[in-house]
């Protein structure tokens, strides 16, 4: 497979470039209201971005920003990352900001770090009232990029025994959230002493999070 050079279709779609460093595109984590710890998983990132780099010839900057879902910044990011294990509160205004991001060609990528749930469910749904998450088909094409995941997202740390699952937001045929459930990848991003993961586990992760990037400068 081709390699991809994301810097490069960033240009082609509607995101200021503000963001960049010396012409490489940057990521960030998003910051939310509720006193949920958005701020969990803090090497996943930076372990993601490197590996990117070695398996996908990728051009992004080495280390991520943080920005406020209800900030204009958003709008600087092509992929903002988010995560919690507790609450998460939307004001009318982060998420109006929000859908605007995300209609104006935007990607927002959810990840439960168990117990997050419950909360970012509602949430979202003020963000797009109109739309349900979907489970994804293990056909999507976020599962088959660079690397293959025949059976959908993989497990990386078990929580409830539950299966993981892949659900998403599509307007108008573009998925613009992605949210992966049960599964808990950042945990398998981050530093292996962080939670002592198995190398072949983390590995999966991180292939699985390099779809995900790869997916979202592909569809831009």
């Known amino acids: ?6 810097s490069i279709v960033l240009l ?5 470039i503000m963001a960049q460093d ?25 372990n993601l971005i490197a590996f990117c780099h070695e398996h996908l010839n990728t051009d992004l900057a080495r280390d991520y920003d943080v920005v406020d879902v ?8 092509p992929y903002v990352y988010l995560t919690g294990h507790g609450n998460v509160s939307f004001s009318e205004h982060d998420a109006q900001n929000l859908r605007k991001y995300l209609l104006a060609g935007g990607f927002l990528h959810i990840d439960d770090n168990y117990g997050l749930d419950p909360y970012i469910r509602p949430e979202m749904k003020k963000v797009f009232p109109e739309l349900d998450f979907v489970e994804l088909p293990w056909d999507h094409p976020i599962y088959h990029q660079h690397f293959s995941f025949p059976e959908g997202p993989p497990k990386i ?11 998403g937001l599509v307007y108008e ?11 808990d990848l950042g945990n398998g991003w981050e530093d292996r002493e962080v939670h002592n993961n198995p190398e072949a586990i983390r590995l999966k992760a991180l292939q699985m ?12």
Request: net charge negative.
């Open 1 to 6: 497979m081709k390699t991809v050079i994301l």
């Open 22 to 46: 010396e012409g490489q595109v940057r990521i960030a984590v998003a910051r939310y209201g509720g006193g949920g710890d958005w701020y969990s998983n803090p090497t996943a990132l930076t």
């Open 209 to 220: 999070g390099a779809n995900i990037i790869q997916y979202v400068f592909i569809q831009s």
């Open 70 to 77: 209800g900030s204009t910044d958003l709008f600087n990011y």
């Open 157 to 167: 740390h078990e929580h409830d025994g539950k299966p993981p699952q892949g659900f």
């Open 12 to 16: 082609l779609g509607s995101f200021s």
């Open 173 to 183: 045929g573009r998925l613009v959230c992605y949210y992966t459930y049960e599964t």
